[in-house]
């Protein structure tokens, strides 16, 4: 029993060893093996092009955010508020309807977006957009937890329900969804009338905006719009709509839009070029989809894909990225063994030859796949900016900043949806 636990405890070290051994920012203190002779395949990580960009829209980070803050203060000084009568009870009443779903491929998740939760033949159901669970190997369904959570943690630790599609109606870029034992408690939306929706009235949406979960935000209809066409690129749709200025954006499609009454009035959708110009599928047409009787459903791949610059659709879609460099001969760099045990897992460069490292790749697994990539700028001897794949394929997903450049990162960035912008930078 002693020599087991003995045993134990010596891979207990050994483990512990290898894991947090692999510090990249000291790679300098590290014994140089040999010159390498390797080539990293075409990633996202190579281009040292999206870590300058990220260094530079950091830099003086405390400073822009006061900025930005006494902006937003002097404005609203300036402004005067509408008052939204009932809003907190809305809130209360109806956020935890409202969900959050995640389009699945080949296992990976490729596209975020909302929904809400409608009673039907008695059956807790829930309706979203069409275009939010197209062409989806599976569907996941995360509820609100009762700690508010970020995206990432959210999808990564937190349960989520399998969901399966009951029907779609693309023309009106609408979908209904099942899934098995959901909550009794959780609350169907009582719906309101198209007829009834005029310009200038209080319009409250919810969904999961750029990934900020479960948001509330309010506005006003701006317009109404019967038999109105729209279109993304590959598709074609139409539909009675309200027009609104709610403040809504990628993550939002499929949630609900309610008046001052708590009665749901639509589906946000889409929007248009131009600030303030959104839409959502209007009640009236909803309630005729949960009445149509299913269609069969079949899966076909398609071509719309989400202009998040042009802002045509609320649903957050990942993309696949590539580096129009291609690939990266290291055959110059310099190999370092970081963990010790006898395999190369670090590049080297010094592009200029001054002796100086400016680039540095690593691979911590040891799998043939570079997950690391800490860039030097300045050639200090200190990494200003460290960029990491976390899921190993590719793609840049979060970064540490050493803005002061004492070694320690002050600035944590997050790409959620892996679309080459950054969605949230967080203060150390």
């Known amino acids: 029993m002693k020599f087991f636990l003995n045993l134990y405890l010596l891979f207990l070290i050994f483990f512990s060893y290898n894991v947090y051994a692999f510090d990249i920012r000291n790679i300098n203190d590290f014994r140089i093996v040999s010159q390498a002779s390797y080539k990293v395949n075409d990633t996202n990580l190579v281009d040292a092009e999206n870590a300058e960009n990220l260094l530079g829209s950091v ?89 508010m959570v970020d995206e990432n943690f959210l999808i990564n630790k937190v349960d989520s329900y399998n969901a399966q599609v009951i029907k779609i109606n693309k023309t009106k870029d609408l979908a209904m969804l099942k899934v098995e034992k959901l909550p009794l408690k959780i609350k169907p939306v009582n719906y309101g009338k198209f007829s009834q929706v005029k310009p200038g009235q209080n319009v409250f949406a919810m969904g999961h905006p750029e990934g900020l979960l479960w948001t509330f935000s309010p506005g006003f209809v701006n317009q109404v719009r019967p038999n109105y066409d729209w279109s993304y690129k590959g598709s074609r749709h139409s539909a009675n709509v309200i027009q609104t200025d709610a403040n809504i954006n990628p993550g939002n499609s499929g949630g609900p839009l309610f008046n001052k ?15 303030g110009l959104n839409f959502a599928i209007a009640v009236n047409d909803v309630i005729d989809f949960i009445n149509e009787k299913p269609k069969p459903i079949k899966k076909k791949k398609s071509n719309y894909i989400k202009k998040k610059d042009k802002g045509n659709t609320w649903i957050k879609k ?111």
């Open 59 to 147: 830099k003086n980070l405390n400073e822009a955010l006061i900025e930005k803050t006494t902006e937003i203060q002097t404005n609203n000084k300036n402004r005067s508020k509408p008052k939204y009568k009932g809003a907190e009870e809305l809130y209360e009443q109806y956020i935890e309807s409202v969900v959050f779903i995640g389009n699945l491929k080949k296992s990976k998740l490729r596209g975020m977006g909302s929904g809400f939760v409608i009673k039907d033949k008695g059956e807790l159901k829930i309706i979203t957009n069409w275009h939010v669970i197209e062409n989806n190997d599976s569907l996941k369904v995360w509820l609100k937890p009762k700690t």
């Open 261 to 275: 009454e708590k009665q749901l009035i639509g589906v946000n959708t889409f929007t248009a070029e131009g600030e």
């Open 318 to 428: 990942k993309k696949k990225k590539t580096s129009e460099k291609g690939s990266i001969d290291l055959s110059d760099a310099r190999e370092v063994d970081i963990n010790g045990n006898g395999k190369i897992d670090a590049w080297l460069v010094d592009d200029n030859n001054n002796n100086i490292y400016e680039v540095a790749y690593a691979d911590k697994d040891e799998d043939g796949v570079i997950e690391i990539v800490a860039i030097d700028k300045n050639e200090d001897g200190n990494f200003e900016v460290i960029l990491f794949d976390t899921n190993n394929n590719g793609n840049a997903d979060e970064a540490e900043i050493d803005e002061d450049e004492d070694g320690k990162p002050d600035v944590i960035a997050y790409d959620y949806n892996e679309d080459g912008e950054w969605d949230k930078l967080e203060n150390l």
